[in-house]
């Protein structure tokens, strides 16, 4: 670092009392530093608000300028953002800091006494590409306050708030006195977005609730809230994203930081959900392959019959196509049309529906000869496997141990021979202890070394 590295983030203060000097927020009447702080909102930002709230009093600036008075002490105390950065002689501001006391010095003058306008200012500009919320002042401002022991003044607190106080704190590297400040001293209600759907309505979650279902794992996750942050990951992982579709789209609309989540959760929260949907559907597959092999599947003895296969194969088909849990496509490019976006698909109403499948028989005879009869104890398995402490990122493990808490593959990832590991559904499996209690030892490993399987056989008979 040198002089030029802190030109973007400061100024000396004899530049500035050239200047017209902006509006100052005494966070500490007595502070001996004042931080400038310019806010700039990009046009996009600056509609959004306005749309957000039509009749707002007093309309978001392009730029609005604010000075913070502060004490220099208690933010290096704080903020190791402002401990290098009020402190390493190297930065600019360090010097000015430095020059400005000496001169107050020199009057015989106290810090804690003097005119705001005699004290040293520091430059800091601020803009919206993160949050895109135009009304990053008050967060800020908030930010200082707790810092300072002070209770923040917006209200009412919202999650787009809570959500722009979260990434100033990581920017300015005092997440962990927010956190403090967040578990104690804040009076917010986290907003709940999972629900369920009114009949007729469509189930699948809404580009507005998933936008604060990000805030919400951000937020946990930059302010150490491990138990939220479980929770809206695997909310996030069970209902899906609109990001993670197919069938891309692109808008050219910028987003904030919580829509392509930090620190490798989105890739890592994206390839869960897929492992999960990927060991639902070879479920259906597996036994479509069956009952269109050579294999006999009816059980009925001496009078099992091909006849009874075509017939559960037919009906099978029939039940999976209506619920749209198949589609059927053929060689034509077209055909591709036919097939759902499934990025919002939401895993418990599917699990939901294969336990509909009905008992179907080709006459009275053959009573056991459907996929009814060999399915349900699977779908039970996985509503199991699907209740265990793996399937949402543990923060704690995620932030020290990645490595070993990723689901994502490595090469090296094979038993003792070289090939990859196939789950086998047995009877013993589907009466697997672990799956009867919850937090059993061994669960979350054994899911998910289930899901994360490259085959499966589902056929508990073998």
């Known amino acids: 670092m040198d002089d030029s590295a ?3 983030e400061g100024d000396s203060s004899e530049a500035l009392r050239e200047a ?8 500490v009447s007595t502070g001996d530093l004042v931080l400038d702080v310019t806010f700039e909102n990009s046009k996009a930002t600056l509609k959004s608000a306005r749309k957000a709230v039509p009749r707002i009093v007093v309309a978001p600036a392009a730029m609005t300028r604010l000075g913070f008075r502060v004490d220099v002490a208690t933010l290096k105390r704080q903020s190791k953002y402002f401990e290098k950065l009020l402190t390493d002689t190297r930065f600019r501001e360090a010097k000015a800091i430095t020059a400005a006391l000496a001169a107050l010095s020199l009057r015989n003058v106290k810090p804690a006494v003097a005119e705001f306008k005699d004290l040293p200012w520091i430059q800091i500009t601020d803009d919206d590409e993160a949050t895109l919320y135009a009304h990053r002042d008050a967060a800020f401002a908030d930010l200082l306050r707790i810092l300072h022991g002070k209770a923040a003044t917006t209200s009412p607190v919202t999650m787009q708030f809570v959500a722009t106080l979260a990434v100033l704190a990581d920017r300015f590297d005092c997440a962990a006195s927010i956190s403090r400040f967040m578990s104690s001293g804040l009076k917010f209600k986290w907003p709940i977005t999972q629900r369920k759907p009114l009949p007729g309505e469509d189930a ?6 998933e ?7 951000l937020v946990a996750w930059l302010l150490n809230q491990p138990v939220k942050f479980a929770a809206a990951t695997r909310e996030l992982i069970m209902n899906g994203s609109c990001k993670w579709t197919s069938f891309p789209e692109s808008d050219g609309q910028d987003e904030p930081t919580w829509w392509y989540l930090q620190d490798g ?4 929260l994206q390839h869960r959900r897929e492992c999960i949907l990927n060991t ?9 392959k069956l009952y269109t092999s050579r294999t006999r599947q009816c059980k009925l003895g001496y009078d099992s019959s091909a006849a009874c296969d075509s017939y559960q194969l037919g009906e099978m088909l029939k039940f999976l196509t209506n619920k749209n849990l198949m589609f059927l496509v053929d060689f034509s490019p077209a055909s591709l049309d036919s097939i759902a976006d499934t990025s919002l698909l939401q895993i418990d109403p599917v699990l939901a ?13 053959h009573t056991n000869c459907g996929l009814r009869t060999r399915i349900l104890s699977i779908v039970d398995f996985l509503q199991a496997l699907l209740s265990a402490n793996s399937i949402p990122i543990a923060r704690m493990q995620w932030k020290t141990s990645r490595h070993t808490a990723t689901w994502i593959p490595t090469d090296n990832e094979k038993d003792k021979e070289g090939v990859p590991k196939l789950f086998r559904f047995t009877r013993a499996v589907a009466g697997d202890q672990r799956l009867r209690f919850e937090h059993a030892i061994g669960a979350d490993k054994f899911a998910r070394d289930v899901f994360t399987a490259p085959d499966w056989n589902w056929t508990a008979e073998e």
């Open 6 to 8: 802190g030109a973007s």
């Open 20 to 27: 017209d000097l902006p509006t100052v927020i005494e966070i």
């Open 204 to 209: 699948s979650m809404s580009r507005n609730t």
């Open 211 to 217: 936008n604060v279902l990000r805030q919400k794992i």
């Open 265 to 268: 959760l989105e890739e890592e």
């Open 280 to 288: 639902i559907a070879s479920v259906q597959r597996h036994f479509l």
């Open 353 to 365: 529906t294969l336990r509909q499948c009905p008992s179907y028989q080709i006459d009275k005879n």
